[in-house]
T-cell receptor, first 115, second 106 residues
Framework: GAGVSQTPSNKVTEKGKYVELRCDPI?????LYWYRQSLGQGPEFLIY????????DSGLPNDRFFAVRPEGSVSTLKIQRTERGDSAVYLC?????????????FGPGTRLTVT | KDQVFQPSTVASSEGAVVEIFCNHS??????FFWYLHFPGCAPRLLVK?????QQGRYNMTYERFSSSLLILQVREADAAVYYC???????????WGAGTKLIIKP
């Protein structure tokens, strides 16, 4: 079956521009997570959705970052006024439901480069 | 601060058993997750849990704040980055280590 997909796979943008990163979770998975991975580091949590609502957005670095999941399936991570420090791989994961024992299935990530 | 620690690199010869150690300082995390990651691909879960477990060639040891991933009969194709992560039982986010690069010596 289809896994988690993310588009685009690569995105290059200029400093100050707006970008949207899309995540298609596994069908039927109610929980969705966004992580950001900088070079040489492990992924860092950004935000987690249970259904349509953001259950925890404590990892979003500032108010330039926002994410939505309007129908409880596809999610979009939105970054306004991008900065060079936003360059990273953005990973999306989904799981059947939320819980600390459920496997999070990851997409391949979107590599964002801000020039 | 909630952190997960693992060595940056581990080297092994083919056919050996490789151990990658991980420990954490997250007070409300009880489950370990070991992921395999080839750059550009999705991280893949190898083994997880709050007790010792095995999945194929992958064994996981468990203590409250530490775990080891043991890879049996390591092969050249196992050269990759292995991540240890723990899951917080409050918001279910994974807290990740920085990854261990496994190098297979010829």
């Amino acid at each position: 079956g289809a896994g988690v997909s993310q588009t685009p796979s690569n995105k290059v943008t200029e400093k100050g521009k707006y970008v949207e990163l899309r995540c298609d979770p596994i069908s039927g998975h109610t929980a969705l997570y966004w992580y950001r991975q900088s070079l040489g580091q492990g992924p860092e949590f950004l935000i987690y959705f249970q259904g349509t609502g953001a259950a925890d957005d404590s990892g979003l670095p500032n108010d330039r970052f926002f994410a939505v999941r309007p129908e409880g399936s596809v999610s979009t991570l939105k970054i306004q006024r991008t900065e060079r420090g936003d360059s990273a791989v953005y990973l999306c994961a989904s799981s059947k439901t939320s819980g600390d024992t459920y496997e999070q299935y990851f997409g391949p990530g979107t590599r964002l480069t801000v020039t | 601060k909630d952190q997960v620690f693992q060595p940056s690199t581990v080297a092994s010869s083919e056919g050996a058993v490789v151990e990658i150690f991980c420990n954490h300082s997250v007070s409300n995390a009880y489950n370990f997750f070991w992921y395999l990651h080839f750059p550009g691909c999705a991280p893949r879960l190898l083994v997880k849990g709050s007790k010792p477990s095995q999945q194929g060639r992958y064994n996981m040891t468990y203590e409250r704040f530490s775990s080891s991933l043991l890879i049996l009969q390591v092969r050249e194709a196992d050269a990759a980055v292995y991540y240890c992560a723990v899951c917080m039982d409050s918001n279910y986010q994974l807290i990740w280590g920085a990854g261990t690069k496994l190098i297979i010596k010829p």
